[in-house]
């Protein structure tokens, strides 16, 4: 833990990648600590639609692979690994991951966000052993052909899974506990368009159920208008229930928000001189990769004109 870097970078998705790419072109050297899901969300991602310059679209993995090769290009040394822990109380800023220490003068975190559960006990369980429950259709879809499956969720990304298991499922059933929907008008009308889904509002999921596989089998769920409880057969459930954010590491350390996203001010400050923040850690209203992307160029600009200030 001898060298000092000029600036570090905590996390590898667009947001930190544009920080990366801006803050090797300044000459700053930049290191990156990619994370536990080295690209972040857009490698679990089929096809990226909005982000301009790809007129026929983009497949989020590559994407990434390209931003990654932009960065190094540039001089970004990526490690791999999680942060477990930083101390941001004294400078130069600490930070510990699972494979060694790190100081840095300035930090920019974009460590994103993670995909919401239900909280029920079975769910994790059958995550894990490839029981039937999934958080991500693009990842898993294709296990499921010709299956009946269950989509939970009333946003964008619950219209876009279950369109997207229509190309293998014989039907999706989208659960969603209103009669109202946050998705926009038109994924919504998309999914309605789409033959092969269903949709069973509003419905509060309370149970999923297992067969003697271990595999799911049903889910549980109540009609909070009448109270009514129905056991629905599917052989697959997929989340599509938003994301938290992953600044747990951060608690103590960074002012955070009620839900747990990094409180930034004047453009990418976090409550820590010194310490920035980019992308989906911190905003909960665009999360777009092209809105986390301009926030990682405004973080490196930000960051190079504190590193200025103080001289270094
Ligand atoms: P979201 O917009 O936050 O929607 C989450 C949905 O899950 C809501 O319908 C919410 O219900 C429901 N939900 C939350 N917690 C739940 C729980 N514990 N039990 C049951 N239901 C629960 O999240 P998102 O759909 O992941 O989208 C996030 C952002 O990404 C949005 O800005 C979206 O526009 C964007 N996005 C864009 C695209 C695209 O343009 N291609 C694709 C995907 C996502 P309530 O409505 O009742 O709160």
Redo the contacts with the bound molecule.
């Keep these: 833990m001898t060298d000092v870097r000029d600036i570090t970078i905590i996390g590898s998705g667009p947001a930190g990648f544009t920080a990366a790419i801006y803050s090797g072109r300044a000459n700053l050297k930049p290191l990156m600590i990619e994370g536990q899901q080295p690209g972040g969300q857009l490698t679990i991602t089929s096809d ?3 982000y301009p310059g790809f007129p026929e679209g983009v497949l989020g993995p590559d994407l990434m692979a390209s931003m990654r090769a932009q960065a190094e290009r540039f001089g970004t040394k990526i490690e791999f690994g999680m942060v477990t822990e930083v101390d941001f109380s004294s400078r130069p800023f600490k930070i510990h991951t699972e494979f060694g220490d790190f100081l840095s003068r300035s930090v920019i975190v974009s460590t994103g966000a993670s ?5 029920l006990e079975v769910e994790k369980e059958l995550m894990a052993t490839g029981g039937g429950v999934s958080a991500c259709a693009t990842c898993d879809g294709a296990f499921f052909p010709d299956k009946e499956l269950v989509v ?10 279950a369109n997207y298991l229509t190309r293998f499922a014989s039907k999706v059933t989208i ?4 009669d ?5 008008e038109i ?1 919504l009308e998309r999914a309605k368009a789409n033959p092969k889904i269903e949709f069973r509002v509003p419905r ?2 309370e149970d999923i159920l297992k067969g003697e596989d271990g595999k799911i089998r049903a889910v549980v769920a109540r009609n909070p208008d009448t109270g009514e409880t129905e056991e629905f057969a599917c052989q697959g459930l997929f989340l ?4 938290t954010p992953n600044s747990k590491v951060f608690q103590g350390q960074l002012d955070l928000d009620e839900d747990g996203y990094i409180l930034v001010h004047d453009g990418t400050r976090t409550s820590v001189e010194g310490v920035f923040a980019a992308g989906d850690v911190c905003d909960k ?4 990769a092209i809105t986390a992307a301009g926030m990682g160029c405004m973080a490196a600009i930000d960051c190079e004109r504190w590193l200025e200030s103080q001289g270094d």
């Design positions: 990226v639609e909005n995909a919401r559960l239900l909280g939970v969720g009333g946003g964008d990304s619950a219209m876009e899974e659960f969603h506990r209103r109202y929907f946050r998705a926009s994924m509060v999921v599509a229930i938003g994301h209203t665009y999360r777009q």
